[in-house]
């Protein structure tokens, strides 16, 4: 069951690819990114989309969601190389560590969801224009993805609290 915050998260996280990659677009020859941008494709952006929707279904499968998403953000990269997705990506990437908390489940789910953060981390990074790589985005991608677990990991103990008081 979808409620209104799944659609506002994937509407935040789409707009923001929007955003990300019509700035990729207009950077092209910027000397103020550390790597300049390598593609200047509209392909761009629909291909980046498939990376923020399924955010939406985080409900009913987070495991899939966050499988589909690094495989898109995989895609994207390979196929065009140095543009800037931090400023989308890691958030998503907290997004979903949060996600994982509250929906994976078992132990077992967890620590796959949370591989699977890890991951797309590191592919939004290795190819990131405007912070040159991985070094930089780690300091910031990891610890924004253990603190979104932290919490979602929190709210979903407060609600299997309540469940079972009211049960």
Not at 74 to 100: D, I, M, S
């Amino acid at each position: 069951m979808r409620k209104t915050s799944d659609y506002v998260l994937a509407g935040l996280f789409t707009a923001g690819g929007v955003l990300l990659m019509v700035e990729n677009l207009l950077a092209d020859g910027d000397s103020g990114l550390a790597h300049p941008v390598s593609s200047t494709s509209w392909v761009i952006l629909p291909v980046f989309l498939l990376a923020t929707v399924p955010i939406l279904w985080r409900r009913r499968n987070i495991l899939a969601v966050i499988g589909v998403t690094v495989a898109a953000m995989a895609l994207h990269v390979v196929a065009f190389g140095w543009l800037t997705r931090c400023g989308v990506g890691l958030p998503l990437a907290a997004a979903l560590a949060y996600a994982v908390a509250r929906f994976a489940g078992g132990a077992r789910n967890q620590a796959v969801g949370l591989a699977g953060v890890a991951a797309l981390i590191v592919v939004t990074l290795v190819r990131d224009s405007s912070i040159g790589g991985l070094p930089g985005g780690l300091e910031v991608g990891l610890p924004a993805a253990a603190l979104f677990y932290g919490i979602g990991f929190a709210v979903q103990n407060r609600v299997a609290k309540k469940q079972l008081v009211t049960a």
